[in-house]
């Protein structure tokens, strides 16, 4: 492109210096044709000016069009990327959340150190099963155990070994249930036990069982031997219409009762 | 933010339940931020930290230095965060001393990866290490 132009400006500026020759020549003073072409040769000048002009000026759009579009699509590039970084620590604020908002309602419901299900769950269950049991008139099971002298386990060995004692019934009170059972740490070293849908002589035969896991469980500890861990048990069932607070406190009536004829046992009203 | 013509405010805004508790102090060059983060207008409550370290950055020629203590942040406060250290980026690019120390509970490891994801595209000084019990 260049080049032709540079040929093209070499062929008009040959054509004037010939024509200005001419012109100025003293046989052509009077030539009529004279005047005329001096103007044509000024008007070719002013048009190659202006088509310069023209070109330059368009060169210039030109380029700040370009200019514009690079730092569009580099300001795009960095926003893109800005957003990306935004959305992904984003997405990991919100993943640690969920995480935390789950641990959290299991420790809502589940006794730390055993993993049964706490008080508040189990109240959750016995207003569920009671509703049910009133509903289809089929009672459930309820029955209250408390670990025999634990005060002792705890003064004697510390309370390392008592909240080792404490797992221990956790998964022997566990390993007896059937899976639809519900049982979990009601206080301190009580545990309540849920037999749904259970007539009084299975229940007993399942509390029975509990009770003969409980007595054999063993815990080693140095120099000194752990008397033998027992619980006693009150057994009741549910009374469709009644509230389970009732069960409740007939089950605890019971439990003392046990203790009262030397611990160890299931009482069953 | 500036009451006089080099004279001015510190912030000093207690932490509540949802927004982080943030205590600048102009004369030694430092910017506090600690706890959870999930203000209601974000653009509203970081305004006049961006403000704060805007007036900093424009008044003094000394190091600028930031110490958080973040923990959970939402999106908004994530964004504002990002232009926060932007600035920093763009100080320390016309060679202005500015640092971050990200400080974190040893036991929330998360805030670590978190903090390293800010980190990222960030060529100041910005130091993040647990916090000692």
């Known amino acids: 492109m260049a080049l032709t132009k540079s040929s093209a400006c070499l062929e008009e500026a040959e054509l004037q210096a010939l024509i200005m020759r001419l012109v100025d020549a003293p046989e052509h003073a009077d030539n009529p044709m004279r005047e005329p072409l001096l103007r044509l040769v000024k008007h070719c000048e002013g048009q ?65 150190l055993t993993g049964l299900d706490n008080r508040r769950a189990l109240t959750e269950r016995l207003r569920e099963e009671s509703e049910r049991a009133t509903r289809k008139h089929q009672a459930y099971a309820l029955s209250i155990l408390d670990v025999d002298r634990f005060k002792l386990i705890n003064d004697r060995f510390g309370h390392d070994i008592g909240d080792k004692a404490l797992c221990a019934i956790s998964d022997a009170i566990r390993g007896s249930l059937r899976e639809y059972d519900a049982c979990g740490r009601w206080g301190g070293e009580e545990f309540l036990i849920l037999l749904p849908e259970t007539a009084s002589e299975y229940a007993s035969q399942v509390i029975e069982r509990v009770r003969a896991a409980i007595a054999q469980i063993r815990i080693d500890v140095q120099e000194s031997a752990l008397p033998p861990i027992t619980a006693s048990f009150g057994l009741t069932l549910y009374r469709p219409g009644e509230s389970f607070s009732d069960t409740i406190s007939r089950a605890d009536t019971l439990l003392r009762v046990a203790k009262a004829q030397g611990r160890n046992r299931v009482i069953v009203d | 933010m500036i009451t006089g013509t080099f004279d001015m405010n510190d912030l000093n805004i207690a932490s509540t339940q949802s927004t982080p508790g943030i205590q600048t102090d102009f004369r030694n060059g430092v910017l506090r931020m600690h706890g959870d983060s999930y203000p209601e207008n974000s653009f509203e409550f970081f305004g006049p930290v961006i403000e704060w370290i805007e007036s900093f950055l424009a008044a003094s020629s000394d190091p600028l230095r930031l110490e958080l203590r973040l923990i959970y942040m939402n999106t908004s406060s994530v964004k504002a965060m990002m232009d926060i250290f932007d600035m920093l980026e763009e100080a320390h690019g016309k060679g202005r001393a500015v640092s971050v120390a990200w400080h974190y509970d040893p036991r929330n490891e998360r805030v670590l990866d978190l903090a390293d994801e800010f980190r990222e595209d960030c060529t100041f000084p910005f130091d993040i290490s647990p916090d000692v019990a």
């Open chain 1, 48 to 112: 190659r000016e202006r088509l310069e002009r023209l070109v330059r000026i368009s060169d210039g759009y030109h380029s700040i069009s370009r200019d514009q579009r690079l730092s569009l699509a580099e300001q795009y590039d960095k926003q893109l990327r800005r957003l990306e970084k935004l959305a992904r620590i984003s997405d990991r604020y919100q993943n640690s959340l969920r995480e935390l908002s789950e641990a959290l309602k299991d420790s809502a419901s589940h006794d730390p």
